[in-house]
């Protein structure tokens, strides 16, 4: 059974930092972008990192490039964010969502069809 859960969310004061997973049974075994999206306030679902799986090839907005960082362990069927330098306005609701396999990558959430629970991280300052 394909599945996507999130975990590794929590409270963090600016600066520090966290390492989101997603378990992503059924989907690493196939070429297909994987990402991980924000949503604060409203209903907008923000790309933050994507990884296209067939080659790990990574991908990243200017907002959170050089403090973010996608990756994928096969072996563990596993997706992880990390996440350095966190600043108050990182805080949201963190999904994982994956695309199916004829979609390349992309920053826009309407291209994912199979997500996550999500995962709250809020940043203090």
């Known amino acids: 059974q394909r599945q996507l859960v999130e975990s590794g969310g929590g409270s963090v004061q600016a600066g520090g930092s966290l390492t989101l997973s997603c378990a992503a049974s059924?989907?690493?075994?196939?070429?297909?972008?994987v990402g991980w999206f924000r949503q604060g306030l409203g209903n907008e679902r923000e790309g933050v990192a994507h990884?296209?799986?067939?080659?790990?090839?990574?991908y990243y907005p200017v907002s959170v490039k050089g403090r973010f960082t996608i990756s994928q362990d096969n072996a563990k069927n596993t997706v992880y964010l990390q996440m350095n330098s966190l600043k108050p306005e990182d805080t949201g609701t963190y999904y994982c969502?994956?695309?199916?396999?004829?979609?390349?990558?992309?920053?826009?959430?309407?291209?994912?069809?199979?997500w996550g629970q999500g995962t709250q991280v809020t940043v203090s300052s």
């Open positions: 969502a994956a695309a199916d396999p004829w979609r390349g990558c992309s920053f826009r959430s309407g291209d994912y069809t199979n």
């Open positions: 059924g989907y690493l075994n196939s070429r297909r972008c």
């Open positions: 990884i296209w799986t067939g080659d790990s090839s990574t």
